[in-house]
C-alpha cells in the first residue's frame, strides 16, 4: 500500500522509515503543506499521512477521493483541520494518534510557565554577557497558587499530575469530569469561576465551535489582573486580538503560546531572512512577557515514535479491514 506524507520533514521520515519496514508501506514525502494547490500530485496512493496543519476541507477531500485514496492517517491528536462531514460522505476513513506521550505536551506547558515565572530565558542571556544583575528577574512561587485546567483529557491529567507536585491548587473545567482528577484534589467548577480564581490558566480542550476563541475580551474580564495564560492545545483558543489588548492593559500578566490562530503560515520552517507580513505575531513577540514557541511541545524522541508506530499501526488495520487498536483512533 502506498502512502502520501504532507508536511514532512527530516525527523518525521527518520521515525517512520526506522518503523516502516515492519509494516512494509510504500512511503511517499512531501515537504509541502497539503492543499488545494498541491492535491493533484497524489498518484497511486491508497492513504495519505497528515499533519497539523495541512487543510483537508471538502475540495481536497472530493479530490482525494477521485484519485482513489481510502484513508487519512493524522499524525496527531487533533483533527480540526479536517472536513469531517466530507470525509464521510465520501467514504474516506480518518484516523488519528489520540495519545502520543501526553507528559511530552504537560511537560512543554510547564516549562513555559517556569520560564515566563523566572524569567530564565532572560537570565541566559543576561549571563552570557556578564551582567548578573538580578533586577527584573523577581518570580513568584509556584506553591499554593491555583492553577485553573480547561480540558482534562490525556494532556491536561498529566498536566495535573505535574502541577500537584508543585503543591499547587487545581481547579477545573470540562464537559466530561475525570474522577482520576477528583480523587486526588482536582475541583470542578463551572467555566466562569475557573477563569475567576485562577493565577494560572492551561488551555488542554480541542478546538471545536464551542471553544473557539475561549479566551475573548469578556472572558478576559472575567480574570484576576495579571493572570497568567498557557496554550498549547489549538491557536483558535484565544483571540489574538483580545489578548494583545489584555496585554496592553496589564490584564494579563504572562502569555505562554505553543500555538497560534495563524500559525500555518509560519510554523514549523524557518522564516529568519524573511520579513513576516502578520503584524499580530509580530506585536506578541514584542512584549516582554510572552514566550511563543513553534508547535513544539509534542516534540520528544518518545512522542515521535510513538506517533510513527501508532499510524502505521492504525493503517495495517485498516488495511486489514479491522478498526484501530485504540478506538480513540478512530475519527471517521
Ligand atoms: P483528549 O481528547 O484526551 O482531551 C481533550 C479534553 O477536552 C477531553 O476531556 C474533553 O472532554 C475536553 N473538552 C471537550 N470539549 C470541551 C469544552 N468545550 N470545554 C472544556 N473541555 C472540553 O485530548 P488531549 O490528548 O488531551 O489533547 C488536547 C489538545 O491538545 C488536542 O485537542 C490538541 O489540539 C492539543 N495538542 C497539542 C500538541 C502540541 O504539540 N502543542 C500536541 C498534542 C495535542
Partial sequence: ????????????????????????????????????????????????????????????????????????????AGFNNVDLEAARQAGLRVCRVPAYSPEAVAEHALAMILTLNRKTHKAYNRVREQNFSLKGLMGFNL?????????????????????????????????????????????????????????????????LESTRHLINAE?????????????????????????????????????GIDVYEQEDKLFFRDLSHTIIDDDTIQLLMSFPNVLVTGHQAFFTSEAMEEIALTTLKNLARLAQGLEPENPAAVVV
Fill in 1 to 76: 500500500m502506498k502512502v502520501t506524507f504532507f508536511s514532512t520533514k527530516p525527523y518525521d521520515r527518520e521515525f517512520f522509515d526506522r518503523f516502516n519496514p515492519s509494516f512494509g508501506f510504500e512511503l511517499e514525502y512531501y515537504e509541502t503543506h497539503l492543499g488545494p494547490h498541491i492535491v493533484n500530485a497524489v498518484e497511486h496512493a491508497t492513504a495519505i499521512c497528515a499533519f497539523v496543519n495541512d487543510k483537508l476541507n471538502a475540495e481536497v477531500i472530493d479530490v482525494l477521493a477521485r484519485k482513489g485514496i481510502k484513508y487519512i492517517a493524522l499524525r496527531c
Fill in 143 to 207: 506553591h499554593g497558587k491555583i492553577i485553573g485546567i480547561i480540558g482534562t483529557g490525556n494532556i491536561g491529567r498529566a498536566f495535573a499530575r505535574l502541577m500537584r507536585g508543585f503543591g499547587c491548587t487545581l481547579i477545573a473545567y470540562d464537559v466530561v469530569e475525570s474522577d482520576e482528577l477528583k480523587r486526588f484534589g482536582v475541583q470542578y467548577l463551572p467555566l466562569r469561576e475557573v477563569f475567576a480564581q485562577s493565577d494560572i490558566l492551561s488551555l488542554h480542550c480541542p478546538l
Fill in 219 to 255: 472572558t478576559l474580564r472575567q480574570m484576576k489582573k495579571g493572570v497568567m495564560i498557557i496554550n498549547t492545545s489549538r491557536g483558535g483558543l484565544i483571540d489574538s486580538q483580545a489578548v494583545l489588548e489584555g496585554l496592553r492593559f496589564k490584564q494579563i500578566g504572562y502569555l
